[in-house]
Nanobody
Framework: QVKIVESGGGLVQPGGSLKLSCAASTITFSAYHVAWYRQAPGNQQREFVARISTSHITNYADSVKGRFTISRDNVKNIVFLQMNSLKPEDTAVYYC???????WGQGTQVTVSS
């Protein structure tokens, strides 16, 4: 059973930064493409945010392009999401998962507010 744990969320002012981490037990992240998603308040569906392939090729949603950076540390088995220039509309619970998605973790709450 895959267990994914997201961390690093919090409350930040507009324009601020946060770095999210995604760790997994029982699997080796380096063998999978990994993506970050988010679910904003009142939305029933998760929205794609960013993806990193096993060869470190990255893709981003247009809404975060140029502000967010996804990366991976295969030695530590962690995937990161560096979020800069945060906006109130980035407020959401952020999740990561391998591709294709397996069991979802609890996510980490990001709140952007003054």
């Amino acid at each position: 059973q895959v267990k994914i744990v997201e961390s690093g969320g919090g409350l930040v002012q507009p324009g601020g930064s946060l770095k999210l981490s995604c760790a997994a037990s029982t699997i080796t992240f380096s063998a999978y493409h990994v993506a970050w998603y988010r679910q904003a308040p009142g939305n029933q569906q998760r929205e794609f945010v960013a993806r990193i392939s096993t060869s470190h090729i990255t893709n981003y949603a247009d809404s975060v392009k140029g502000r967010f950076t996804i990366s991976r540390d295969n030695v530590k088995n962690i995937v990161f999401l560096q979020m800069n220039s945060l906006k109130p509309e980035d407020t959401a619970v952020y999740y990561c998962n391998i591709l294709p998605p397996t069991e979802w973790g609890q996510g980490t709450q990001v709140t952007v507010s003054s």
